[in-house]
């Protein structure tokens, strides 16, 4: 240090000299940054798509990896459950979605199969005419091999014997008996139900058997692909049902006993049958 005290003026001035170079350096690169954007914000502008879609796809190649990561951390998010007990209201009507895709699925086959039969010829939409009268379930009896609801509509709102009933979507009964304002319907469970439907693309008879099950009573061979899951449709019948409509899905599938060449497979209902508070039944040709 110098005595005569004038040693901190000179190093203040070359650190302040020094700090006011050094910010017009900054100025000056963030200037070049800004014209290098600039520039190839315009280079990338007028290149040919081909070239760009090949730094896209060397792009995500490079960053596959930590995208997935975020991805998967995203929908985690999305879908955890609503806390402090409450219920996500998306889940109670899932089965409806999910019986509501699996009929448009099978309309579409069919009408892929009429095209390819009719070598295009128009055909009448699905249900195009047919009513759909609601009703409330004001009874349910379930004894045994027995499983039967009571509505509130009947003769007086166009239903008859042998209708088809459907909830979420899917087929659970029929109409078995009725009255001016009243019906019974036999769900597809009890043992007196004998519904035709379509598994595996083969044509077969399901019988119920009480305890919320039902049974495909005519041999099915394994050359037929069956597995726990698979859909149940029953199949058209005129004047009452214009379209297949899910009806059960398989609960068990095993070699049968009798016949080690078939199927021994048991369904259960398509939707939660014991939760329902209402039904439709399908008026295919409603009077005027």
Same mark, same amino acid.
Request: charged share 25%.
């Given at each position: 240090m110098n005595t005569d005290g004038n040693d901190v003026l000179p190093d203040t001035t070359y650190t302040t000299r020094h700090r006011i170079m050094a910010r017009k350096r900054i100025k000056v690169s963030r200037r070049m940054?800004?014209?290098?954007?600039?520039?190839?914000?315009?280079?990338?502008?007028?290149t040919p798509q081909s070239v760009t879609n090949k730094f896209q796809f060397a792009f995500a190649n490079i960053f596959r990896w930590p995208l997935s990561i975020g991805r998967g951390i995203s929908l985690s998010v999305s879908m955890r459950p609503a806390t402090g007990g409450l219920?996500?209201?998306?889940?109670t009507r899932e089965n409806?979605?999910?019986?509501?895709?699996?009929?448009?699925?099978?309309?579409?086959?069919? /009408?892929? !199969?009429?095209?390819?039969?009719?070598?295009?010829?128009?055909? !009448?939409f699905a249900f195009e005419g047919a009513a759909f009268?609601? +009703?409330?379930?004001? #009874?349910?009896?379930?004894?045994?091999?027995?499983?039967?609801?009571?509505?509130?509509?009947? /003769?007086?709102?166009?239903?008859?014997?042998?209708?088809?009933?459907?909830?979420?979507?899917?087929i659970i009964g029929t109409i078995s008996d009725i009255s001016p304002r009243m019906a019974k319907v036999r769900l597809i469970t009890d043992s007196d139900s004998k519904i035709e439907v379509k598994i595996a693309g083969a044509n077969r008879l399901m019988e119920g058997i009480g305890n919320n099950s039902a049974k495909i009573r005519q041999l099915l061979r394994k050359k037929h692909k069956v597995k726990i899951g698979d859909?149940?449709?029953?199949?058209?019948?005129?004047?009452?049902?214009?379209a297949p409509m899910i009806?059960?899905?398989?609960? #068990?599938?095993?070699?049968?006993?009798?016949?080690?060449?078939?199927?021994?497979?048991?369904?259960?209902?398509?939707?939660?049958?014991?939760?329902?508070?209402?039904? +439709?039944?399908?008026?295919?040709?409603?009077?005027?």
């Open positions: 940054l800004f014209a290098w954007f600039i520039l190839g914000g315009f280079i990338l502008l007028f219920t996500n209201p998306l889940g409806q979605y999910q019986n509501h895709i699996a009929n448009l699925q099978e309309q579409l086959r069919q /009408e892929h !199969r009429k095209l390819e039969e009719l070598s295009g010829l128009r055909s !009448r009268v609601l +009703a409330d379930i004001s #009874r349910t009896v379930t004894d045994g091999s027995h499983a039967e609801l009571f509505i509130n509509r009947g /003769e007086n709102d166009g239903l008859a014997k042998g209708q088809f009933v459907m909830a979420d979507n899917s859909n149940v449709f029953a199949i058209k019948k005129p004047g009452l049902l214009d009806t059960a899905k398989v609960a #068990r599938c095993e070699r049968d006993d009798e016949n080690p060449l078939g199927w021994d497979i048991t369904v259960e209902p398509a939707c939660e049958i014991e939760t329902i508070k209402d039904v +439709a039944v399908i008026v295919m040709n409603p009077q005027k």
